[in-house]
């Protein structure tokens, strides 16, 4: 690999994702692909973390690398593989739970979050899910981890045992960066444009979904919920319209100011429509091209295998150094 920073980031196969994991996640890792060494994976073990049926997260995790790939990931220039496909990531996750503490892990936001969304299966899993995060991204020397704000607390997890770590048992990991990306881009709720949009509401209008097609695009955008007086500008007591002229200027690459001027004097129907199409516009070709790529399973069995094998080779040198580090019989040839 050229001499570039290492990036590591991963996405959970756990269902469709909308609009707001696109903005906030593989939209940008497509440019990164080019100023770094860039390794992105699929965060399946994670994914075991609440209930899955085995069949639906097969599905998942092939929709999951076929939408990398439809947003442009490369892999002529990425790593791109699944998380389960690399041992190593397992094994170093077991040495760093030697060096993690109950406590350090049972106050972490999502662990409460989820232990109350779950609370028919709070398991050991849940609460490890830093721990495996720390070893994806320890496992590469990676300096640099782009994250939504949500994993800022992860991330810092994964810094503190680095840290941890090279003081016990001598410099070896990496202290990572956290990476937000130019536009901290929070999608909000088509419905309830206060709350975070998720794929999991039960409302299917308040979410748009990267597997939706263009007339359903546009009708959710329709029935978005603003407010009554009409002006389309950004301001914290227009939730609703905020949260369009913030999808709108993302997916357009302009500046909210920008689009405020684009709409000025226009009316609520026509900017939801305009909006719905600039969104459509981005992602029907993603989608098309998506189910394109997934009627083809030998060719991402086969990315897949190629982006194991390179991960694995990065992986196992950092993995026998820690494994030297801590004193475990090296493995006779
Ligand atoms: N927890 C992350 C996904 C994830 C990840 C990682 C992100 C798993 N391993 C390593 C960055 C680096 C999430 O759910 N967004």
Not at 48 to 57: E, F, N, W
Not at 163 to 189: C, D, W
Request: charged share 25%; with cysteine.
């Amino acid at each position: 690999m050229e001499d570039k920073k290492i990036l590591f980031s991963a996405v959970q196969p756990s269902g469709i994702l909308t609009i707001g994991n696109y903005l906030g996640a593989i939209k940008n890792w497509k440019n990164l692909q080019n100023d770094y060494n860039s390794i992105f994976s699929g965060a399946d073990l994670h994914t075991l973390t609440v209930k899955q049926d085995p069949q639906t997260l097969r599905a998942n995790s092939y929709q999951l690398a076929a939408l990398f790939l439809a947003c442009g990931l490369d892999p002529e220039k990425s790593i791109i593989f699944m998380q389960s496909h690399v041992p190593a990531h397992a094994e170093l996750a077991w040495v760093l739970n030697t060096i993690t503490y109950p406590g350090e892990l049972s106050r972490m936001t999502q662990f409460k979050d989820k232990s109350q969304k779950h609370q028919e299966n709070i398991n050991m899993g849940l609460m490890d899910y830093p721990v495996l995060m720390a070893a994806d991204i320890l496992l590469y020397n990676t300096e640099l981890v782009p994250i939504g704000a949500d994993q800022k607390q992860h991330l810092e997890l994964a810094r503190d045992l680095a840290i941890r770590f090279n003081g016990r048992f001598g410099e070896l990991f990496k202290v990572p960066e956290p990476y937000f990306g130019k536009t901290a881009t929070r999608v909000m709720s088509l419905q309830e444009p206060t709350k975070k949009m998720s794929k999991s509401d039960a409302n299917l209008n308040s979410f748009i979904s990267m597997d939706d097609d263009k007339d359903t695009i546009i009708r959710k955008f329709k029935r978005a919920v603003t407010d009554s007086d009409n002006k389309i500008i950004f301001s914290e007591d227009k939730p609703g319209i905020s949260n369009l002229l913030t999808i709108y200027s993302a997916f357009r690459g302009i500046s909210i100011k920008e689009a405020e001027a684009e709409f000025e004097g226009k009316g609520y129907g026509d900017f939801k429509v305009k909006v719905g199409e600039t969104v459509a516009d981005v992602i029907d070709p993603i989608r098309q091209e998506k189910n394109r790529i997934l009627s083809d399973k030998t060719y991402i069995d086969a990315v897949l295998k190629d982006g194991a094998e390179r991960a694995s080779r990065i992986a196992y040198k950092v993995l026998s150094k820690v494994y030297k580090k801590v004193g475990l019989l090296p493995r006779s040839r």
